[in-house]
């Protein structure tokens, strides 16, 4: 990642936790160097996927600092630092800035429903105004399934003519290609990441830059593959790629699918500590995880 622009495939990563259920930084080190190693551009911890609404700010700075003191570049991370209440967005963005990051992934303040546009742009105003940093490189993250707060196209528009390339792109999990498109014929060197892996090729082939997915904590070398047969011009190759990969998210969204992918790593290793959520999020079922693996066989899927 760098400039203005993030590119590729960027994991959004799981957050293993300890017996107590504070974040185990030994697995997440590890998990995090597995996935550099099998064809992710970057990693976005501290995501939906790694439960980031479910810690505390000051646990999430300790994530950010443990990953680069374990050596974890920090030019490869792109934390969310989305919150409720802008100055905590404010001080985790900060500190992400000041261990060297390269860009932050930041949702709406999510507890108010129906907010207006003006709203929105103001949270999002507010605390670029308030890191108050020449470094920051704010991408948003469009969530409205999870969120309930629209980025509509508007307050895209007033952030960049306002903040120009501190809004450096966007996290677009709406699975709406025709806005993803939009976004990347209006704002040139605007970032434009999908947040499902369904639309990895599509946005490749619209001019976006790539994707943040969950589904690439298990299925990273399958979405290198995408990118880089579509980066040689291999289309047809691309096209194959792609409708594997759709087809393990498929699997992964058949079940709750950060339980699912936990016990997939929990198996593969022998570890069942990876197994462990954190309140409200619980294991998969005995039910859930038959479904889960079975799936994963049928279509012949093992981790790279």
Not at 58 to 71: F, H
Not at 122 to 128: F, G, L, M, Q, R
Not at 147 to 163: K, M, Q, T
Not at 234 to 248: K, P
């Given at each position: 990642?760098t400039?203005?622009?993030?590119?590729?495939?960027?994991?959004?990563?799981?957050?293993?936790?300890?017996?107590?259920?504070?974040?185990?930084?030994?697995?997440?080190?590890?998990?995090?160097?597995?996935?550099?190693?099998?064809?992710?551009?970057?990693?976005?911890?501290?995501?939906?996927?790694?439960?980031?609404?479910?810690?505390?700010?000051?646990?999430?700075?300790?994530?950010?600092?443990?990953?680069?003191?374990?050596?974890?570049?920090?030019?490869?991370?792109?934390?969310?630092?989305?919150?409720?209440?802008?100055?905590?967005?404010?001080?985790?963005?900060?500190?992400?800035?000041?261990?060297?990051?390269?860009?932050?992934?930041?949702?709406?303040?999510?507890?108010?429903?129906?907010?207006?546009?003006?709203?929105?742009?103001?949270?999002?105003?507010?605390?670029?105004?308030?890191?108050?940093?020449?470094?920051?490189?704010?991408?948003?993250?469009?969530?409205?399934?999870?969120?309930?707060?629209?980025?509509?196209?508007?307050?895209?528009?007033?952030?960049?003519?306002?903040?120009?390339?501190?809004?450096?792109?966007?996290?677009?999990?709406?699975?709406?290609?025709?806005?993803?498109?939009?976004?990347?014929?209006?704002?040139?060197?605007?970032?434009?990441?999908?947040?499902?892996?369904?639309?990895?090729?599509?946005?490749?082939?619209?001019?976006?830059?790539?994707?943040?997915?969950?589904?690439?904590?298990?299925?990273?070398?399958?979405?290198?593959?995408?990118?880089?047969?579509?980066?040689?011009?291999?289309?047809?190759?691309?096209?194959?790629?792609?409708?594997?990969?759709?087809?393990?998210?498929r699997?992964?969204s058949?079940?709750?699918a950060?339980?699912?992918?936990?016990?997939?790593?929990?198996?593969?290793?022998?570890?069942?500590?990876?197994?462990?959520?954190?309140?409200?999020?619980v294991?998969?079922?005995?039910?859930?995880?038959r479904?889960?693996?079975?799936?994963?066989?049928?279509?012949?899927?093992?981790?790279?």
């Amino acid at each position: 990642m760098t400039g203005l622009a993030a590119r590729g495939i960027f994991a959004a990563v799981l957050t293993p936790l300890d017996a107590d259920l504070s974040p185990d930084m030994g697995r997440m080190v590890a998990h995090c160097r597995w996935l550099l190693a099998h064809g992710c551009d970057g990693l976005a911890i501290l995501g939906t996927t790694g439960e980031a609404n479910s810690f505390s700010v000051d646990e999430r700075i300790a994530i950010l600092e443990g990953a680069v003191a374990a050596g974890i570049p920090p030019e490869k991370l792109l934390p969310g630092t989305g919150a409720c209440a802008f100055p905590d967005a404010v001080r985790l963005s900060r500190r992400a800035l000041d261990l060297g990051m390269a860009g932050v992934l930041t949702l709406p303040p999510f507890y108010y429903k129906n907010v207006s546009e003006d709203g929105v742009f103001a949270a999002y105003a507010e605390t670029i105004r308030r890191v108050d940093d020449p470094r920051l490189r704010m991408f948003v993250y469009h969530f409205p399934a999870m969120s309930a707060v629209p980025v509509g196209f508007d307050v895209i528009a007033r952030l960049r003519a306002e903040f120009g390339e501190q809004v450096a792109g966007i996290k677009d999990s709406s699975g709406d290609i025709a806005f993803m498109t939009r976004l990347v014929e209006a704002f040139p060197g605007f970032s434009v990441l999908s947040g499902s892996d369904h639309e990895l090729l599509p946005v490749l082939k619209a001019g976006g830059a790539g994707a943040i997915t969950a589904a690439a904590n298990i299925a990273c070398a399958l979405a290198a593959e995408v990118r880089d047969r579509f980066l040689a011009g291999d289309l047809e190759g691309a096209e194959a790629a792609q409708a594997n990969l759709s087809a393990v998210r498929r699997v992964v969204s058949s079940v709750p699918a950060i339980a699912a992918m936990k016990a997939l790593f929990a198996r593969a290793g022998g570890d069942p500590g990876w197994e462990r959520m954190r309140p409200p999020l619980v294991p998969l079922s005995a039910a859930q995880r038959r479904t889960f693996f079975e799936g994963l066989d049928e279509i012949g899927f093992e981790l790279p």
